[in-house]
Nanobody, 124 residues
């Protein structure tokens, strides 16, 4: 079992930056791929970015390429989402999730543990 707790959300102006953290508990964090997803009211959950178990491979949605980066610190059981040049359309609840395969998939069905989410609001 793994618990995930996101933090770092808030209100920011367009063009600004935020850094989200996701601290996990439970064993074997370094074996899991980690992903970030987001959801806005009335929309499906959307893949944002993911990182494999080693931290060497990442993949991201086209909408955030060049603006968002993901990293992890396996010694701290933590994954980070750095969001730069934020846009109002990035406003959403952001969730981190853990994937047992370790690859960092873009498919939410691959993820077995989820955090409660943190709100990010970008004003224009």
């Amino acid at each position: 079992q793994m618990q995930l707790v996101e933090s770092g959300g808030g209100l920011v102006q367009a063009g600004g930056s935020l850094r989200l953290s996701c601290v996990t508990s439970g064993r074997n964090f370094g074996m899991y791929g980690m992903g970030w997803f987001r959801r806005t009211p009335g929309k499906e959950r959307e893949f944002v970015i993911a990182i494999d178990w080693s931290g060497r491979d990442t993949n991201s949605a086209d909408s955030v390429k060049g603006r968002f980066t993901v990293s992890r610190d396996n010694a701290k059981n933590t994954v980070y989402l750095q969001m730069d040049r934020l846009k109002p359309e990035d406003t959403a609840v952001y969730y981190c999730a853990a994937e047992a395969w370790g690859a960092g998939s873009s498919s939410h069905g691959s993820y077995i543990y989820w955090g409660q989410g943190t709100q990010v609001t970008v004003s224009s």
